[in-house]
């Protein structure tokens, strides 16, 4: 049974940072293509970030270059989203995701190809 749990999540001023990290389980993610995204009220569910667990290869959108950064861990099985310089408008409910990497990096942008989803974990920044 995959389970995908967050955590990392909580208050922060405008300007600080977070880590949120994602445990994995169930399956050998070394084939998986594995992303973040987002959710803020009233707002639809928006691709953050994605990492190709075997290539390393990282995608990001255009909102967060350069302030977010994906990475995982393979012996711990665990997926980060490092993030700096947050912003008011990052507020939401991040979660992770996991899909087979089987399509073009793309695809991965968008929620279709993610087969798997976590719970998801609060991020407030305050103004």
């Known amino acids: 049974q995959v389970q995908l749990v967050e955590s990392g999540g909580g208050l922060v001023q405008a300007g600080g940072s977070l880590r949120l990290s994602c445990a994995a389980s169930g399956r050998t993610f070394s084939s998986y293509t594995m992303g973040w995204f987002r959710q803020a009220p009233g707002k639809e569910r928006e691709f953050v970030a994605a990492i190709n667990w075997s290539s390393g290869n990282t995608f990001y959108a255009d909102s967060v270059k350069g302030r977010f950064t994906i990475s995982r861990d393979n012996a711990k099985n665990t997926v980060y989203l490092q993030m700096n310089s947050l912003k008011p408008e990052d507020t939401a409910v991040y979660y992770c995701?996991?899909?087979?990497?089987?399509?073009?990096?793309?695809?991965?942008?968008?929620?279709?190809?993610?087969?798997?989803w976590g719970q998801g974990t609060q991020v407030t920044v305050s103004s």
């Open positions: 995701a996991a899909g087979y990497s089987y399509y073009s990096s793309t695809y991965y942008y968008t929620q279709t190809p993610y087969n798997y």
